[in-house]
């Protein structure tokens, strides 16, 4: 698909996807005319992407650890950076830090929306 309909149905703009071909994150085919010809396990990658910078990874960490996200063609290969290692751990660390403030607040909503319920009947 082109890069439009590529947008449309990742809803990531096209200059966001632009900037992810540029930082090397996708590769995009080409139609003959040199279009950008996005793949749906290009549009996949894309929503990965999108997932790790809203949950503030830098792009330089995610270029390191996405092809393990995605099952890339070099998954699994060892990074020795020790202060590569400490940033993704750190970053995994507030990632879990904030799914359990999620689930408070999704425990925290179900439990008033049980009052409200037993008030409705």
Not at 24 to 47: A, H, K, M
Not at 53 to 76: K, M, N
């Amino acid at each position: 698909m082109k890069i439009g309909e590529a947008s449309r149905v990742s809803g990531v703009s096209a200059r966001s996807l632009r900037h992810y071909e540029d930082e090397g994150l996708i590769v995009p085919g080409r139609f003959g005319n040199g279009f950008r010809d996005y793949c749906q396990s290009t549009i996949d990658r894309v929503l990965v992407i999108r997932a790790l910078l809203e949950s503030g990874l830098p792009v330089r960490l995610i270029r390191e650890v996405l092809p393990g996200l995605t099952g890339g063609s070099d998954a699994g290969a060892p990074v020795s950076c020790v202060e590569f290692l400490h940033e993704v751990r750190s970053y995994r660390d507030r990632l879990a830090a904030r799914v359990a403030v999620l689930r408070d607040q999704q425990a925290a909503l179900d439990t008033y929306l049980e009052q409200a319920h037993a008030t409705d009947r």
